[in-house]
């Protein structure tokens, strides 16, 4: 093990690398938008807060999709199952085409879950935390629903899918 330089330049390739280091999992962003299905894919999701109720993502300033998804009064979270890898890839792929292959509900206030999720979430939004080039989206929860199968989670690390089944 190498010690930590100092004064080391941080390079967006070398910090993305060492943060792909982190396993995770990967939750499906979206919501019904003027008539259309609009979300992607987050791998920043992280539970935050029992009470109240909230749970965070990190998302690119660059994002075409959030400045229309924070429309929607709200938002559904659906934590993505290990065969979901593909529906990953599309949700993170072409804007007109992500919800092409997807079975998906949409609640009256526009949250959209996906039906083969682990877990799903209504949620809105309860703050927006600038952070350098990405804003950390914190989402209040107002409704949370479980699979009852043991379906194990996709699992995202570097740069690849993977999944638990090892530890069933
Ligand atoms: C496995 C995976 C995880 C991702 N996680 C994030 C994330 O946490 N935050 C983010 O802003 N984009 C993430 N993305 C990229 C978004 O899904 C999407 O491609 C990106 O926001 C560009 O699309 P947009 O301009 O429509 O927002 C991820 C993509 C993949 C494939």
Known sequence: MTSLATNQDLDPRLLRDAFGT???GVVALAAEIDGRPIGLAASSFTSVSLDPPLVSVSLATSSKTWPDLRRSSHIGVTVLADHHAEVCRALA???????DELDFTTTPEGAI???EGLASFDCTIYREVEAGDHVVVLLELHAVHQAEDNAHPLVFHRSGFGTLRTLA
Not at 93 to 99: E, I, L, N, S, Y
């Open 22 to 24: 982190f396993p995770s």
């Open 93 to 99: 792929g072409p804007v007109d085409h992500r919800f």
């Open 113 to 115: 879950t996906l039906d």
